[in-house]
C-alpha cells in the first residue's frame, strides 16, 4: 500500500501500487563517492563541499541538485556497465518500508528519540542507523533524497497500479525522507516532499537505484 489515508492530503488516497524488483544502495550516496564523480568527470562540486560541516568522507553528500544527481548515475552506470538511476517515490516508499506494511516509520508506529524532535546541527555518516527490514540505513531521517518524478500534489488520484513513475511534466521534483535540519526531524515512510530540481539545498541528497535486469556486481558497500 502506497500513501496514508489518515496522512497530508498529497498523500491521499492510499492505493495499492505493484513495484517491479529493483535494486536500491543501502545508503544514500556519500562525499568519497561523490568525489570521484567530481575529480573523473569534472563535474561542479556541491554547494558546501568547503563547509566542514558537511565535508566528511562518509556524510551523505548534500547540496546537490537533481540535475547533479542524475549526472552521477549516468556517469555510474557507464562505468560499471549497469543502468543507475534515481528511484522512483513508489520505489522509496517500499524501500523505506522495508517489507512492514501498516505502521507509520520504518521499524513501526513509534516516532522514536523525543518524538523526531533532536539536536542535529548536520547530517550523520551513513549507516549509523538502525536498518530497517530491507537492510536499509537512514530511510526516514538525515537528508532529503531527492526521486525521479515530477511532483504531483493530486497524483495518487490517477496514479496506475502498475510501476508509477509520476506525471509526464511539473515544476518540482519529488523526495523523500526525513531532514536533519527540520525541527521534527523523522519523516513518516509515505510522507512526501518536494522541491525545485535546480535548487541545491544543504539537506538534499540522494541514493540510487537500479533495475535488477542490470545488475552488476557493485563495489563494497553497494
Same mark, same amino acid.
Given at each position: 500500500?502506497?500513501?496514508?489515508?489518515?496522512?497530508?492530503?498529497?498523500?491521499?488516497?492510499?492505493?495499492?501500487?505493484?513495484?517491479?524488483?529493483?535494486?536500491?544502495?543501502?545508503?544514500?550516496?556519500?562525499?568519497?563517492?561523490?568525489?570521484?564523480?567530481?575529480?573523473?568527470?569534472?563535474?561542479?562540486?556541491?554547494?558546501?563541499?568547503?563547509?566542514?560541516?558537511?565535508?566528511?568522507?562518509?556524510?551523505?553528500?548534500?547540496?546537490?541538485?537533481?540535475?547533479?544527481?542524475?549526472?552521477?548515475?549516468?556517469?555510474?552506470? +557507464?562505468?560499471?556497465? &549497469? !543502468?543507475?538511476?534515481?528511484?522512483?517515490?513508489?520505489?522509496?516508499?517500499?524501500?523505506? %518500508? @522495508? *517489507?512492514?506494511?501498516?505502521?507509520?516509520?520504518?521499524?513501526?508506529?513509534?516516532?522514536?528519540?523525543?518524538?523526531?524532535?533532536?539536536?542535529?546541527?548536520?547530517?550523520?555518516?551513513?549507516?549509523?542507523?538502525?536498518?530497517?527490514?530491507?537492510?536499509?540505513?537512514?530511510?526516514?531521517?538525515?537528508?532529503?533524497?531527492?526521486?525521479?518524478?515530477?511532483?504531483?500534489?493530486?497524483?495518487? +488520484?490517477?496514479?496506475? &497500479? !502498475?510501476?508509477?513513475?509520476?506525471?509526464?511534466?511539473?515544476?518540482?521534483?519529488?523526495? %523523500? @525522507? *526525513?531532514?536533519?535540519?527540520?525541527?521534527?526531524?523523522?519523516?513518516?515512510?509515505?510522507?512526501?516532499?518536494?522541491?525545485?530540481?535546480?535548487?541545491?539545498?544543504?539537506?538534499?541528497?540522494?541514493?540510487?537505484?537500479?533495475?535488477?535486469?542490470?545488475?552488476?556486481?557493485?563495489?563494497?558497500?553497494?
Amino acid at each position: 500500500m502506497m500513501g496514508d489515508s489518515a496522512g497530508r492530503s498529497d498523500e491521499r488516497p492510499a492505493h495499492g501500487v505493484y513495484v517491479s524488483t529493483f535494486s536500491i544502495a543501502i545508503h544514500a550516496v556519500t562525499n568519497a563517492e561523490f568525489a570521484a564523480f567530481v575529480d573523473a568527470a569534472g563535474h561542479e562540486p556541491p554547494r558546501f563541499w568547503a563547509d566542514h560541516r558537511f565535508s566528511a568522507a562518509d556524510q551523505p553528500v548534500v547540496g546537490v541538485s537533481w540535475f547533479d544527481a542524475v549526472a552521477y548515475c549516468d556517469w555510474l552506470s +557507464a562505468g560499471t556497465g &549497469g !543502468r543507475f538511476r534515481l528511484p522512483t517515490e513508489a520505489e522509496r516508499e517500499k524501500a523505506a %518500508r @522495508g *517489507g512492514v506494511e501498516g505502521v507509520r516509520f520504518p521499524w513501526g508506529d513509534d516516532p522514536g528519540e523525543a518524538g523526531g524532535s533532536f539536536v542535529q546541527d548536520a547530517p550523520h555518516p551513513v549507516g549509523r542507523s538502525t536498518p530497517n527490514g530491507y537492510g536499509l540505513f537512514d530511510m526516514a531521517r538525515n537528508i532529503h533524497e531527492w526521486c525521479s518524478d515530477w511532483y504531483d500534489p493530486n497524483y495518487y +488520484a490517477i496514479s496506475p &497500479g !502498475r510501476d508509477p513513475r509520476g506525471p509526464q511534466t511539473g515544476t518540482r521534483r519529488c523526495s %523523500r @525522507g *526525513g531532514a536533519w535540519r527540520h525541527q521534527i526531524k523523522i519523516s513518516r515512510s509515505a510522507a512526501r516532499s518536494s522541491l525545485s530540481p535546480s535548487f541545491r539545498y544543504n539537506d538534499y541528497g540522494f541514493r540510487v537505484a537500479l533495475d535488477v535486469t542490470d545488475a552488476v556486481d557493485q563495489p563494497e558497500g553497494r
